[in-house]
């Protein structure tokens, strides 16, 4: 026998009362339409800045396997065949590759630095108090806010004086003064929502403070050291007035600084393909370390709300 939903009747004696549910209302037909048309037009402005963005790295990356010709008389057209030597021209004659390492040594010595002190830094700053704690803060986040135009004079005579001039390794350390306000700044507020349980729980069983906080701590704040890594590896990948003040040696150019220069010589040469291949070297790995990590940086800027 089939059983139906209808329940049957409760006993006056038992106190029990039945409530009747009915069908849900549906929403007013006015505020459905308000909805649809607010839902595509927001969709439509992303589709526009989707648009936007996505056009100009696919006009570039398709303009370097052009001709010289084809770059003027069809500039939006698809390349008849793959100019493959763009980029090798770019790549050898150009001094690309040499450009391309150097920035690889710089970025990666930076990056693990400013990772490494900022880190530390920040959980120094989150978790312990001690007197001036605030006014270590304090300095950090004034130094986001201090134009780096102003300091490239002193900092030229200091670094000179230091015998670092045109030198990687004094680019590395000035990138990571560069960097650390705002890795200190994003650090500290990520270490706070993580849960100070675990860390007492290893301090009880005789950890360390050291050992606390590499094999504990720094593995939990993991999408936070992402993030903010995407964000200081794009900064430092793109950097040009720091290098161009403080790194004045042809062979220690840095990518930015071989772009100007590819684009300074090929104005003369008409060597455009040449030119958008070095822009397309420049832009991958940057446009690539992105794609990896992006869901890595979601998670990071969303972890701190989420706790």
Known sequence: MKTTETSAPVPAESGAHVTKTGPRAAPPPGKKKEGTVLNAFSHGILVLWAFMVVMPLLWAVMTSFKD????????WSLPDELHLDNWS???????????????????????????VLGSMAAYVLARFDFPGNRFVYYLFI???????????????????????????????????????PFTVFFLTAFFRTLPTSVAEAAFVDGASHSRTFFQIMLPMARPG????????????WNQYMLPT??????????LTQGLVQ??????YKGDWSGLFAGL????????????????????????????
């Open 280 to 307: 397309v070297m420049a832009m991958l790995p940057v446009l690539a370390a992105y794609i990896v990590f992006q869901r890595q940086v979601v998670q990071g800027l969303t972890a701190g709300a989420l706790k």
């Open 89 to 115: 021209r770019a790549w050898t004659e150009a001094n690309m590759s040499d450009y391309f390492l150097n920035t690889v040594l710089v970025v990666a010595g930076s990056l693990a630095g400013t990772l």
């Open 142 to 180: 004034g130094g986001m806010s201090f134009p780096v135009m102003l300091a490239l004079v002193p900092l030229f005579y200091v670094v000179n004086n230091m015998g670092l001039l045109n030198s990687i390794h004094g680019l590395i350390l000035v990138y990571i003064a560069y960097s650390l």
């Open 68 to 75: 010289d010709r084809s770059i003027f008389s069809s500039p």
């Open 245 to 254: 003040v403080l790194n004045t040696e042809p062979d220690q150019r840095v």
């Open 225 to 236: 050291l992402i993030s903010v890594g995407i964000f200081n590896f794009l900064g430092q």
């Open 262 to 267: 590819l684009a300074v010589s090929q104005g």
